[in-house]
């Protein structure tokens, strides 16, 4: 059973650019969760979404950040005119629906906007 | 909204000795808290978590105890090895509501052989 896969691993942006950022859930898992991980720092939560519908987005900033989960690929996380301070490092996580509080993570993506 | 300490930041041990990491949390409806550890450019793995209906969980030479009127929860590693040396993460969240977790700042754990 493949676990939470993310691409790319590692992506470079000019700032202005836009960063496109891939996640596929576990088999099974139709709830995707993003975090964002700052240098030395925890993960805080952005936004969660089912197939087809973003739940909660209160995590999020409210320009240049969306995210999308359709029903069919991956979910998407979107950042618009990057800029310095949008390098991170980007995790999701999915869930089953049984128990969305059990969530796996997958290896992440190193966003670096130059 | 829910906010979680986590103390200390740092910890180094001497492999064989014990280690205890510290968590508190604000929201009293939180009912569930999982452990993550998180090696160099890795993902989060989940270690061990724990229920509000239960005091103490263990496996192995990790365990996680819980007290609910205090909201504190403590992550304890015996017999520690070179490769528990990682970043540890607490997290609280409400079973049964949309799921988020909501993490502690990390504690970064060095075990000296």
């Known amino acids: 059973n493949a676990g939470v896969m993310q691409n790319p691993r590692h992506l470079v942006r000019r700032r202005g650019q836009e960063a496109r950022l891939r996640c596929s859930p576990m088999?099974?898992?139709?709830?995707v969760y993003w975090y964002r991980q700052l240098p030395e720092e925890g993960l805080k939560f952005m936004v969660y979404?089912?197939?087809?519908?973003?739940?909660?987005e209160s995590g999020m900033p409210k320009e240049r950040f969306s995210a999308e989960f359709p029903k069919e690929g991956p979910s998407i996380l979107r950042i618009q005119q990057v800029v310095r301070g949008d390098s991170a490092a980007y995790f999701c996580?999915?869930?089953?629906?049984?128990?969305?509080?059990?969530?796996?993570f997958g290896p992440g993506t190193r966003l670096t906007v130059t | 909204g829910e906010n979680v300490e986590q103390h200390p930041s740092t910890l180094s041990v001497q492999e064989g000795d014990s280690a205890v990491i510290k968590c508190t949390y604000s929201?009293?409806?939180?009912?569930?808290f999982p452990w993550y550890k998180q090696e160099l450019g890795k993902r989060p793995q989940l270690i061990i978590d724990i229920r509000s209906n239960v005091g103490e969980k263990k496996d192995q030479r990790i365990a996680v105890t819980l007290n609910k009127t205090a909201k504190h929860f403590s992550l304890h590693i015996t017999e520690t090895q070179p490769e528990d040396s990682a970043v540890y993460f607490c997290?609280?969240?409400?079973?049964?509501?949309?799921?988020?977790?909501?993490f502690g700042k990390g504690t970064k754990l060095s075990v000296k052989p």
């Open positions: 979404l089912q197939k087809e519908n973003i739940i909660d």
């Open positions: 996580a999915s869930s089953p629906k049984s128990a969305l509080y059990e969530q796996y």
């Open positions: 929201d009293s409806a939180s009912n569930y």
């Open positions: 997290a609280a969240s409400k079973m049964g509501s949309q799921g988020n977790l909501i």
């Open positions: 088999k099974g898992h139709s709830h």
